[in-house]
């Protein structure tokens, strides 16, 4: 099916509306834990980084019982409109008629299998499209997965974070235009890190390793971002751009 | 003396005397000659047949030999016949050992006899042998093993030197697309010794395209640890590619996983193509099924024969696609018995079936209960990674 009907059947322009214009959550390097997945064995990590978006399909072996297992493909975009629009070609290579609505409150938009097929739960949250998919012998719930992933992601950590840098290129800009920042974590995430950022009044996108915020109208915009991984003391920033 | 390399593949730009270009996967870099060099892993080779000409040689290159001088160099097989066989057991074990050979002995046969000349450190250019008695035109698919014992003659008598083995792939005719035998760049399109490896086991012996192309659907239907789900996840979405990287690390995994009607067309194709067959892929639209036999199904279990509405499916097509054209589908087989509404079924895998509508043996026939089950404008094949 071409694109464009896909896009047409699924509503994507409409979904894209969703993307709020004065708040967002950003993701680099989020991967999947362990303890999304009930504590489940990673057995297979691939991971295709392109400029423009990062493949990351992580597949978990359930210990107890070799015949159930659960993919998750996490396709790391530059924007939270270009994670709407990712999910075009894995619904358009889906052979169902047309997908059911996905639980409610899960992430910007979300289809999921219907209870006839292996479960599966697609959706977006801030640049990440998601997949969580049963994958092994033994049909397995997923959605309870794809909450806690969610959840972690909406995740603000706690206690007493050591700090980072969170540097623009400037503290003002005129609405409308963009201003660009970086961030400079002070170590070297292992392959569980991943950074994260709340921003609040604007939007942000990738570009290469830094990132574009935006807002339309004057006010200000606040970046708060953590470094967060497992086993390690979680890095925090943030930072306040006016725009005039 | 011994032997210090031997090229197989020695001519990059032609598999017409020698073997093709090949790689072990996505990763690294192309196999190149010599695939047998003194004191590293020895690589593998693999032949076309069909694109084979009178005479297929290899290049090999000696020292250690007679300073300032010359040789006369062979190499032959070192398989030694089992001795003649007492019993009925004895027949039996026999005829299972010819019967092994068959399948995965020699088939480079030995080599002419070629008089080596060595410079004055006693070492020896590459020299040309062609391959005598080979059986690369005849065996059919399959991976061989060819031991080679190299001799150099003296005093009016042949003495062993050195010994060889060799992992030959053999395969019908050139691979076609996705693969291809460029040697531009780091070409990951250049067939990979890790599919080979699947393909010519399931195709073991398949002597035509036909045999291949349906033993390979049949393999990729009845995977045991495979099964269905309507979601493609096998397809690189960034790229557009086949992920056939990701499909052998689940097939070699041992465990269970999922694929659906795109990962198996493109499983089907890859492999086939890889061992000289011609199929493409192409979707047809809009239908619900009559009751088939799901991926991996069992037969005899009711609950494997199912029903879907499906907004699409994706099947092989032999050289084109068109209703009256023939297809190959490795995600299910149909049910050839004419009452849908009893538990009596008739699996068939659709192995160059006429895709059709109007005649009980047609493939679209026998898979779609109501739907227009339109085609798609033309057929394609992915890309690999």
């Avoid at chain 1, 071409?2 to 699924?10: A, C, G, H, Q």
């Avoid at chain 2, 017409?16 to 270009?21: I, K, Q, R, T």
């Avoid at chain 2, 979707?283 to 024969?305: C, H, I, R, S």
Wanted: contains cysteine.
């Amino acid at each position: 099916m071409s694109p464009e009907l896909v896009r047409k059947k699924y509503g994507i322009d409409e979904l894209a509306r969703r993307i709020p214009a004065d708040r967002a959550e950003f993701f680099r390097g989020f991967v999947p834990w362990a303890e999304d997945v009930q504590g489940w064995t990673l057995s297979t990590r691939e991971a295709h980084p392109t400029a423009e978006r990062t493949d990351l399909r992580t597949i978990w072996d359930n210990p107890g019982d070799p015949n159930t297992r659960i993919l998750i493909d996490v396709a790391e975009l530059r924007s939270a409109a270009e994670a709407i629009e990712a999910l075009v070609a894995p619904l358009g290579y889906n052979q169902l008629d047309r997908l059911p609505d996905g639980p409610p409150n899960l992430g910007l938009a979300s289809f999921a299998h219907p209870d006839l097929a292996p479960p599966a739960v697609f959706f977006v949250q801030g640049n990440l499209s998601i997949l969580v998919s049963s994958f092994g012998r033994q049909p397995v719930a997923v959605v309870d997965a794809a909450r806690r992933i969610s959840a972690r992601l909406a995740e603000r950590p706690g206690g007493e974070p050591r700090p980072m840098r969170l540097e623009a290129d400037g503290d003002r800009a005129q609405s409308g235009e963009a201003i660009t920042f970086s961030i400079d974590v002070p170590v070297r995430l292992g392959v569980e890190g991943y950074v994260k950022f709340f921003v609040t009044g604007g939007v942000v996108t990738r570009s290469g390793d830094r990132f574009t915020l935006r807002r339309a109208a004057p006010g200000s915009v606040r970046v708060e971002a953590f470094a967060v991984e497992p086993g390690r003391e979680t890095y925090a920033a943030d930072l306040t751009v006016t725009f005039e | 003396m011994r032997v210090d390399e031997i090229h197989f593949n020695h001519d990059t730009s032609s598999a017409g005397s020698d073997a093709l270009n090949i790689r072990r996967n996505a990763a690294g870099t192309p196999i190149q000659a010599p695939e047998w060099k003194y004191g590293l892993t020895p690589q593998s080779a693999a032949y076309a047949a069909a694109l084979l000409g009178g005479q297929v040689t290899i290049k090999a290159k000696f020292s250690n030999g007679p300073a300032g001088s010359q040789r006369k160099i062979r190499a032959v097989d070192a398989w030694v016949p089992p001795a003649q066989p007492s019993g009925c057991l004895g027949w039996l074990i026999k005829w299972l050992i010819l019967l092994i050979r068959a399948l995965f002995g020699n088939v480079l046969g030995d080599t002419d006899v070629q008089l080596v000349s060595f410079d004055s450190a006693g070492v020896s250019g590459l020299v040309t042998f062609s391959l005598v008695d080979h059986k690369l035109k005849t065996s059919g698919v399959g991976i061989r093993t060819t031991d080679w014992k190299w001799q150099y003659w003296h005093k009016g008598h042949w003495h062993d030197f050195d010994s060889t083995q060799h992992r030959i792939y053999l395969v019908l005719d050139a691979p076609a697309g996705p693969w291809n035998q460029s040697t531009a760049g780091n070409n990951t399109q250049l067939p990979w010794t890790d599919a080979l490896d699947k393909a010519c086991l399931w195709a073991l012996g398949a002597t035509t395209q036909d045999q291949a192309a349906e033993r390979i659907t049949k393999a990729i239907n009845t995977q045991p640890t495979q099964s269905y789900t309507p979601a493609t996840l096998f397809v690189d979405f960034s790229s557009g590619s086949y992920n056939l990287t990701s499909y052998l690390t689940q097939l070699n995994g041992g465990a269970g996983f999922q694929l659906n009607c795109t990962d198996c067309a493109d499983a089907v194709t890859t492999f086939a193509n890889l061992l000289g067959c011609n199929l493409w892929e192409g979707q047809f639209y809009n239908m619900v099924t009559k009751k088939f036999l799901t991926l991996n199904g069992n037969p005899a279990v009711e609950a494997d024969w199912v029903v879907w509405s499906w907004g699409y499916h994706e099947i092989c097509w032999l050289n084109q696609m068109g209703q009256n054209e023939w297809i190959y589908d490795g995600c299910l087989q149909v049910d050839m018995d004419d009452n849908s509404a009893d538990l009596v079924h008739a699996a068939k895998h659709p192995v160059k079936m006429r895709f059709g509508m109007s005649d009980p043996n047609d493939y679209r026939y026998r898979l779609v209960n109501t739907g227009q089950a339109a085609l798609a404008s033309a057929p394609s094949r992915r890309a690999l990674m």
